[in-house]
């Protein structure tokens, strides 16, 4: 009767064992695969929105005009034949004349 009792919770337990193993523990693998892919999913999504900014912050900044800006105000550069004019401050001394008829 005991080795009865013996063999009958044995296999109560490889079927549980079973069943734990064809059924829960997939579900679970699945569920984490499921959220995994969401979270991929909206990390390429961003990726993607960031590379498109880059992809337009590269196009401005290979126009000539951009160029031509950034030569001028951070490195002084002016086209050739051109006259570059700088204009100050007026001197807190400098009192014009007022012309009186």
Same mark, same amino acid.
């Given at each position: 009767?005991?080795?009865?009792?013996?063999?009958?919770?044995?296999?109560?337990?490889? @079927?549980? $064992? $079973?069943?734990?193993?064809?059924?829960?523990?997939?579900?679970?693998?699945?569920?984490?695969?499921?959220?995994?892919?969401?979270?991929? $999913?909206?990390?390429?999504?961003?990726?993607?929105?960031?590379?498109?900014?880059?992809?337009?912050?590269?196009?401005?900044?290979?126009?000539?005009?951009?160029?031509?800006?950034? @030569?001028?105000?951070?490195?002084?550069?002016?086209?050739?034949?051109?006259?570059?004019?700088?204009?100050?401050?007026?001197?807190?001394?400098?009192?014009?004349?007022?012309?009186?008829?």
């Amino acid at each position: 009767m005991k080795v009865r009792r013996r063999v009958i919770i044995i296999a109560a337990v490889f @079927a549980g $064992a $079973a069943v734990y193993v064809t059924t829960i523990l997939p579900a679970g693998q699945l569920l984490g695969a499921v959220a995994t892919k969401q979270h991929d $999913a909206a990390t390429l999504q961003a990726l993607k929105s960031e590379n498109s900014k880059l992809e337009r912050k590269v196009v401005q900044l290979n126009s000539p005009q951009w160029i031509e800006t950034i @030569a001028r105000n951070d490195f002084g550069m002016y086209p050739t034949g051109s006259t570059p004019y700088q204009i100050l401050p007026s001197s807190p001394l400098y009192h014009p004349r007022t012309h009186q008829s």
